[in-house]
């Protein structure tokens, strides 16, 4: 037997070992750099290796091919954009992590026990949590442009084992915090073994573990189509459950409301954009030709997606959890980009996920300045009369909440526009009525928030907006800045997609 | 420069102005607000002298591109009939800004954030009626409920955030349905000769759909502008919001954001559905007289003098839809120029009843009396805005009032019957309050009422004097409707009934 050396296009793949390389010197830093150098020295690595990783793909932008590695990784215009907007949602949620107020002193110690007290005196800081994000971070970048299910099941464990452990690391309330980390850890290995049993009927149905091997048969039509089918819905249920789509859901709210918020953010944020490039990709390259198989499950999931999370989040009374549910509707309006399968389908998804990505980063940032004095304050009540103490951060904070409101003037209302009129103009009618109505509903409780910070008169209780760091401030800035210019001027980036975006096979 | 444009860029110029002076400087920044909505009311008038009456194109027209990959423009221009209304809405703003110059004072926020207010809303006032592109008119529609809800929960008086949260999830539901429908005419453009959204490619759409597909579409945009307008049952966000805004917010409210719903149904839902607009005709007559009925059957029962003049206007809008649904040249020559009319008198009476109510400390109907003897100014200004609302001959909604009937009579001469009943009831619904408020003896606590200062008589001047010259000569205003008028009902295969049926017996 002849072994054969693999060929790797570096450039194409330097995106993700750049940001590895950095997650690894992360490891070493944790491990030989003294404890008072860690923390800076930490930020700074991170940070070098998300924008030499983002300037390396800006390199390539322009490149495709299936060969980057061994026929492993797609390289192609969809991918670039991806791995672009996980990068630029990564730098901004960083800027919130390096605020480590939210994190606890010392992950091992026990609750409540007198390690914890200890190293809370000391001061200690959890500066393994940049090395952890990086390595999520380079599984996101690998998630959406990995071409056979193997890497992409790779992907898929290197993006969720590290949050888990993120998840978990919560300063106050660490037992919520870790039942959070416990349950995202049960359920995700319960979606993991769901979508390795998938991959295991797809290669028992078309003999190919490559997502052009898959389609070959399913054009060919040669295989056993129960196998197709099982494969199809085993494969989804791990990855809906990732983007947390009903029924795969259950885990998103207690998930959100019990991790750190900067991490919760992140996870948000760019797990949504990794998660649906892989969606996007598999559907649209392997599956696209059986879509009568799989579309009409997949419509019924996306209406009950977008009604249930706009329904049941009216009841929430904690901002995390309301931003959760919120999710859950919005994983459900991007699921009609899914349903759409085409160009313009595609293009609006992946709009519609870098300014719901930007606007969720920067909202969650919110989140992490309104404080009392044993850390944040998550009752929806007690952010009352908010517009008065600190109009500024109550204004931001409702315009993040207008965007995903789906409101004129901002990115919001364009990813909505153009994600329902791709649904509709592949002959969903069905998305776009429930779309419209359960964006009527989620209206509802967005302005309930409004109302809450600037109609009501402020309670007493010691609920303050403390002074955000440097780096929060510019998070929430660019942030907030790129919601609103998406909203008035969104043809540049929309023309940039357009031109760009495609899948190779 | 397009006049259309600079008349919308003056006014953000202007709130752009006022957020560099210092919040403490509440006169200068009235001065300011005051400065730029007359010069903008100058641009208005001579952009009505520059316009040509007798050419039924759109006119100072202007088109940019927004984002071309949806087919999307920046594209302004008017006929008479947005003339029309421009001229009214910016003729309109001075006077509140003057009339209710002490109104920002016990709101939530400054009186700088008022006027900031007050002057984007005038910009957006200008747009929605000048915008020639869907996408741009449902852009401003839906952002400017935004700063109209902020002026009724911030400034407003009694149960204000309840009253701004209803009137914005009554739009915002209107909003989205009719967001469904442009998503419809969009793809269908896309189908048809490339993704557009200009108006007059789009109302030829009409041919290339199912009559199901166009009654649907036509749903979508008519249910918006119902709620907007308001029609009977959809009417019952707009007493509390009327009644709990500032005065000023009142009049602009019903003035000139409700003839927004008028409007457009006339320019969207006829001009783009006119089979549609055929087939729901029946309906709609019928919902407008029950409007006309009915809201003066709730004005002659109201207490309050708020929600009084809000039961009116239901009761004018209706016949207002009712004459554009007539569908014949005198119904909607009527119906634009009673759009026109409505405003000023509306205006009138909102003016003068908050400076009754401001003075008294109550807007209850039966804590007045005797005004007239106490304050024989503000109390003719009340009777003859009364007199100009229940449409007396030699006032201007007498001529509207008139010709909106005689329209109607001509095809539907039950509807038109039983709407002159309306005109019966006016005179209650106006006498009343008239009786009780200004004659009798003076009720305990008006004795020292004070009479109209100066600023006030200004502001009310220019008022009584539009109602009373178009009254008597109301040729200015309809030459240029009637073009308009007849022009898109013939474009729209419309015809007036002969009258040779009758003549000829």
């Not at chain 1, 389609?215 to 947390?244: H, M, P, R, T, Y």
């Not at chain 1, 919760?264 to 009568?292: C, D, P």
């Not at chain 1, 008065?388 to 901002?410: C, D, E, V, Y």
């Amino acid at each position: 037997m002849e072994f054969i050396a693999p060929s790797l296009n570096y450039a194409q793949l330097a995106p993700m070992l750049i940001v590895l390389a950095g997650a690894l010197i992360g490891v070493l830093i944790e491990a030989f750099a003294p404890r008072a150098s860690r923390f800076s020295s930490q930020l700074f690595i991170t940070l070098f290796a998300l924008v030499a990783s983002l300037a390396a793909l800006f390199q390539v932008r322009n490149q495709s091919s299936v060969d980057a590695a061994m026929g492993s990784v797609a390289f192609d215009g969809a991918g670039v954009l991806f791995q672009a907007s996980i990068l630029v949602i990564a730098i901004l949620a960083i800027f919130l992590i390096a605020d480590q107020e939210n994190f606890t002193a010392l992950a091992a110690s026990v609750p409540g026990s007198d390690e914890e007290r200890e190293a809370v005196q000391a001061d200690l800081r959890v500066t393994e949590v940049f090395p952890l994000t990086l390595f999520a971070i380079a599984g996101m970048l690998l998630f959406p442009v990995a071409s056979d299910l193997i890497t992409l099941f790779v992907a898929l464990e290197m993006l969720s084992l590290p949050l888990y452990l993120m998840a978990g690391l919560s300063r106050r309330r660490r037992l919520m915090s870790q039942e959070a980390a416990l349950k995202y850890f049960l359920l995700g290995a319960f979606a993991s073994a769901f979508f390795l049993l998938g991959i295991a009927y797809l290669y028992g149905y078309s003999g190919s573990i490559t997502l052009s091997g898959i389609q070959e048969s399913v054009v060919g039509g040669a295989g056993n189509d129960v196998f197709l089918l099982l494969g199809v819905a085993f494969i989804s249920v791990g990855l809906l459950f990732k983007v947390g789509a009903v029924p795969f859901h259950a885990w998103s709210p207690d998930v959100y409301q019990g991790a750190p918020t900067a991490i919760t953010g992140f996870m948000a944020a760019a797990t949504k954009v990794a998660a649906f490039g892989a969606i996007l990709r598999i559907f649209y390259v392997s599956f696209a030709n059986a879509e009568w198989q799989w579309r009409p499950a997949m419509v019924i999931i996306a209406i009950i997606t977008m009604v249930f999370g706009s329904v049941v989040a009216i009841t929430q009374r904690d901002v995390k959890r309301m931003l959760a549910y919120s999710s859950i509707a919005h994983a459900g309006f991007l699921l009609a980009g899914v349903i759409a399968l085409s160009k313009s389908g595609l293009e609006a998804s992946i709009f519609y996920l870098f300014a719901y990505g930007v606007a969720t980063v920067g909202a969650f940032g919110i989140v992490t300045l309104v404080r009392d004095s044993s850390g944040e304050v998550g009752d929806l009540n007690r952010w009352s009369g908010l517009g008065k103490r600190s109009p500024l951060l109550a204004s931001t904070f409702a315009l993040f909440l207008l965007a995903f409101a789906g409101i004129p003037l901002t990115s919001g209302f364009i990813g909505k526009f153009s994600i329902f009129s791709a649904a509709y103009e592949s002959g969903s009618t069905s998305i776009l009525i429930a779309g419209v109505l359960s964006s009527a509903i989620a209206a509802f409780f967005y302005i309930r928030v409004i109302v809450l910070m600037f109609f009501k008169d402020s309670v007493e209780d010691g609920t303050s907006v403390i002074i955000p760091s440097a780096l929060t401030t510019i998070t929430i800035t660019v942030s907030a800045a790129v919601t609103l210019i998406l909203g008035i001027y969104p043809a540049p980036l929309i023309d940039f997609i357009a031109t760009t975006a495609t899948f190779i096979r | 420069m397009n006049a259309l444009t600079t008349m919308m860029l003056l006014p953000i110029l202007g709130s752009l102005l006022i957020a560099v002076i210092p919040s403490d400087q509440v006169l200068r920044i009235k001065q300011a607000a005051l400065a730029v909505t007359l010069l903008v009311a100058v641009t208005g008038v001579l952009t009505w002298f520059n316009f040509d009456s007798a050419d039924t194109a759109f006119q100072f027209v202007q088109s940019v591109e927004w984002i071309p990959s949806f087919g999307i423009n920046y594209a302004v221009g008017v006929d008479g009939l947005s003339l029309v209304l421009i001229l009214m809405s910016v003729l309109l703003t001075p006077i509140v800004v003057l009339a209710g110059w002490n109104e920002s004072e016990g709101g939530r926020w400054s009186a700088k954030v008022f006027y900031i207010l007050i002057l984007v809303l005038e910009t957006m006032m200008i747009g929605v009626f000048a915008a020639t592109d869907v996408f741009l008119f449902y852009v401003i529609f839906e952002a400017m409920l935004i700063p109209v809800y902020f002026l009724i929960g911030g400034y407003g008086s009694g149960d204000r955030a309840a009253a701004a949260v209803k009137f914005l999830l009554y739009s915002l539901f209107g909003g989205l349905l009719m967001l469904a429908s442009i998503i419809g005419l969009y793809v269908i453009s896309g189908a048809n000769g490339g993704h557009t959204f200009d108006i007059a490619k789009l109302s030829e759409m009409h041919n290339y759909m199912s009559s199901t597909t166009q009654n649907l579409l036509f749903l979508g945009f008519f249910i918006a502008f119902a709620i907007k307008a308001p029609l009977w049952p959809l009417h019952t966000w707009l007493p509390g919001a009327a009644a709990s805004g500032t005065p000023g917010t009142s009049v602009l409210l019903l003035g000139v954001l409700d003839k927004v719903g008028t409007f457009g149904m006339i320019r969207f839902c006829l001009t783009l559905f006119p089979d549609a607009s055929r087939t729901f005709t029946p309906v709609i007559i019928t919902l407008a007289v029950i409007s006309i009925i009915y809201g003066a059957f709730l004005a002659i029962g109201a207490t309050d003098i708020k929600r009084l003049i809000a039961y009116t206007s239901i009761s004018h809008f209706g016949f207002i839809t009712m004459g554009i649904f007539a569908m014949t040249t005198q119904g909607h020559s009527g119906s634009t120029l009673y759009m026109f009319n409505h405003g000023f008198s509306t205006a009138a009476l909102f003016i003068v009843a908050g400076w009754m109510a401001s003075r008294r400390g109550s807007s209850k109907i039966a804590d007045f009396g005797g005004l007239q003897r106490v304050t024989p100014v503000m109390a003719w200004s009340f009777f003859i805005a009364g007199m100009s609302s229940l449409a007396l001959p030699g006032l201007s909604s007498f001529v509207s009032e008139f010709l909106v009937l005689v329209g109607t009579f001509t095809r539907y001469p039950v509807a038109a019957v039983i709407a002159t009943f309306g005109i019966v009831l006016a005179a209650l619904y106006i006498l009343i309050p008239v009786q009780k408020a200004l004659h009798g003896p003076t009720t305990p606590g008006n004795e020292n009422l004070p009479d109209l200062n100066i600023r006030e008589k200004v502001a009310i001047a220019p008022v009584m004097a539009v109602i009373i010259a178009l009254g008597f000569y109301p040729a200015p205003l309809l030459n240029v409707i009637n073009p308009t008028s007849a022009h898109i009902l013939e474009v729209q295969g419309f015809t007036d009934p002969l009258p040779s049926d009758s003549a000829g017996k």
